[in-house]
Each structure stands twice: as structure tokens, then as C-alpha cells.
């Protein structure tokens, strides 16, 4: 796939360019707010800029209300995805079609500030090939929810050789050199969070307050939580494999242990080997352990199953060029299918 080439806005000098991607879901509630909030940050730089929207499979009409938007002084790209092939492929693609000296990750949903961009470019230019927003709060979400996501960044982080920060998510600011690493990492099971870690790069952080959704319904309830922690627990870590052997060890121990109780008990005391109840309980907890350890490797043989497989992690149904180009009254969109 060939990206689309765009001309250099005549009202700023050839210079390093800014792209914002955006993945998103049935965000048409969220939209149009973004693209105002962005539209101020951006026109302030000195920067050439562009946003490039990625479509989930979005079924609400979210493609449509950033088409009929009103453009600014910065290019809009927007890919379509077939269908909806999650967050992180769909970050993926954006990544893979960001022509930008740096790139920033946004979520649509206006969680994660766009006024702090400038902020961003001043820590790139001072040298950071990674700049990560670390939440100091998270505020609209519940406590429960606040307290897992507490616990599970800190058990990913002692359970993973890369040193994946904490309280941070997909909200930050990446250098060419740094997308270009990420992008020739080549696994489809892919859990950025992780992945952005894994690369290394300089790396500045700033700490914020991370705002309630500004509309709308989050699309991440606690079953997909729960898988993505699962993705990127067994993606960057072979803990729970060895917590399985140690676990068949331990287990397998106290039940010989127990059998050789049973016996002597039986020798010295004449009392009968005891009944039903011990026995089942025994039985359940042993099965218990073996299918605990048979899922834990069934997740490893699962990736290696789709790795292997080789399918791309998105299909592109279409790519749409809104050029901004204040010189001109009128705006154009460029349809480009890909095979």
C-alpha cells in the first residue's frame, strides 16, 4: 500500500510534520468536539500537521460526521476498516499510514487532553523519542475499575522483562525512529502497551489528569478488560507458565505427603482410610489444577496457532484525503482502494 502524497500548505515553510491518530468505535457523539478541541491545539504550532482517523468497523455513522466536518488548516485522513478488528489493530493502522516526523496516539473520547500536545513537541524537540502521559488520576471512572487498573499495571510490570511503566496508556507521543521500530516488530497478537515499552527510546514523561469520556459509552467492559489484561500478561511474560509448573509441583507434594499420612496413620492406628467427602473434595481440587494449568498452556498455544498463520492484522477498506489547504475555498476528498 502506497500512501497518499499531499502537498505542503503554501502558508507554512517546508518543515517536520505532526500526525494525531485517532482510533475509534461508534464515537459519533465525541467526534465532532474532538475535532474542535484538536482543531485549536493544531492551528497553534508551527508544525505541519494531520489527523489520521482509523474506523473500527464503526455502524453508527462516526465516518460520515468526519467527512461533513468543517476542515481547518491541517489534512484529515480517514481509514476504513472492514470491520472491527479491535483497538490495537486499529492503532496499528494508523501508525502504518502516519506520514509525521512525530506521532501522537489520541483516543476520541476525549479522556486524554489535547491541549497538553504542545507540551509533547516541546519534550520531542528537546530530544525524547517517547513522550508518555502518565495518569496522576483517572476521574469518571469507578473505584473498582480504579483499583484493578492499579493492581494489574503493577503485576504486568513485575511479570514482564521489558519495563512497562505504570498508570500509563496509548495517550503519547512517539519519533519516527520510534514508529519505525514498533512497526517491524512482526507478532499479530499484538498488546501496544507492551510493545511501546519493548522498544526502548528516550523517553520523557508527563504526568496528568485524565478527564471523564466527554459523551457517549465506553466499549470496553470488564470482559474485555479482562481479556486485554490476559493479552498482555502472556504477550511480554512466561510467568504463568512457571506459576503452573510450581503449582503442579506444590500440588503434586502435598498429595504424596498426604497419601504417606494416610498410610502410617493406617499402620499405627488401625484407623480406616477416611471416606467419600475427603476423597471427592481431593479429586476436585486436583482437577481444579490440572485444567487451571491446561488453559494457562492452551493461551501460549493459542498465540503460537495464530502466529503462525501469517494473516494481516487489518483489512483497509477504503482510505479518504481531506486536504486542508486554506488557500483554497473549497475542500476535496481522494478515495484510494487498496487491494
Not at 149 to 169: C, E, K, M, N, W
Not at 210 to 229: E, F, N, T, V
Request: include cysteine; proline fraction near 7%; charged fraction near 20%.
Amino acid at each position: 500500500m502506497v500512501p497518499i502524497a499531499t502537498p505542503l500548505r503554501p502558508d507554512l515553510r517546508p518543515g517536520p510534520m505532526l500526525s494525531i491518530v485517532i482510533p475509534f468505535y461508534d464515537e459519533v457523539e465525541v467526534l465532532p468536539e474532538c475535532l474542535a478541541r484538536l482543531g485549536t491545539v493544531l492551528c497553534g504550532l508551527d508544525l505541519q500537521t494531520e489527523i489520521v482517523f482509523v474506523d473500527d468497523g464503526s455502524t453508527d455513522g462516526s465516518a460520515d460526521r468526519i467527512l461533513s466536518a468543517p476542515r481547518r488548516s491541517f489534512d484529515v485522513r480517514l481509514l476504513r476498516l472492514s470491520r472491527n478488528f479491535g483497538k490495537e489493530a486499529a492503532m496499528s493502522a494508523g501508525l502504518a499510514h502516519a506520514r509525521g516526523d512525530a506521532i501522537i496516539v489520541l483516543d476520541a473520547d476525549l479522556q486524554d487532553p489535547p491541549e497538553l500536545i504542545p507540551e509533547m513537541i516541546e519534550l520531542w524537540r528537546a530530544g525524547a523519542d517517547v513522550v508518555q502521559m502518565q495518569r496522576r488520576s483517572r476521574n469518571g471512572e469507578s473505584a473498582f475499575k480504579r483499583a484493578s487498573a492499579h493492581l494489574f499495571y503493577r503485576i504486568l510490570q513485575r511479570l514482564s522483562p521489558a519495563p512497562i511503566p505504570v498508570d500509563t496508556g496509548d495517550f503519547r507521543l512517539m519519533s519516527r525512529r520510534a514508529v519505525d521500530a514498533l512497526l517491524r516488530l512482526p507478532e499479530r497478537n499484538r498488546y501496544m502497551k507492551g510493545l511501546y515499552a519493548w522498544i526502548g527510546m528516550p523517553t520523557a514523561v508527563v504526568q496528568y489528569d485524565r478527564a471523564p469520556r466527554h459523551g457517549g459509552r465506553s466499549k470496553w467492559d470488564y470482559a474485555h478488560l479482562i481479556g486485554l489484561a490476559l493479552e498482555g500478561i502472556t504477550s511480554f511474560s512466561v510467568a504463568p507458565l512457571r506459576l503452573a509448573t510450581v503449582a503442579g509441583a506444590f500440588t503434586a507434594t502435598a498429595g504424596a505427603l498426604f497419601c504417606l499420612w494416610i498410610v502410617v496413620k493406617a499402620l499405627l492406628l488401625g484407623n480406616p482410610v477416611p471416606g467419600y467427602p475427603s476423597l471427592v473434595a481431593l479429586i476436585a481440587f486436583l482437577g481444579g489444577m490440572q485444567l487451571l494449568g491446561i488453559g494457562i498452556v492452551g493461551e501460549y498455544v493459542g498465540k503460537t496457532y495464530l502466529e503462525t498463520k501469517q494473516r494481516p492484522l487489518y483489512v483497509l477498506r477504503d482510505d479518504l484525503l481531506l486536504q486542508g489547504l486554506p488557500a483554497r475555498a473549497s475542500m476535496e476528498a481522494v478515495q484510494r482502494q487498496h487491494a
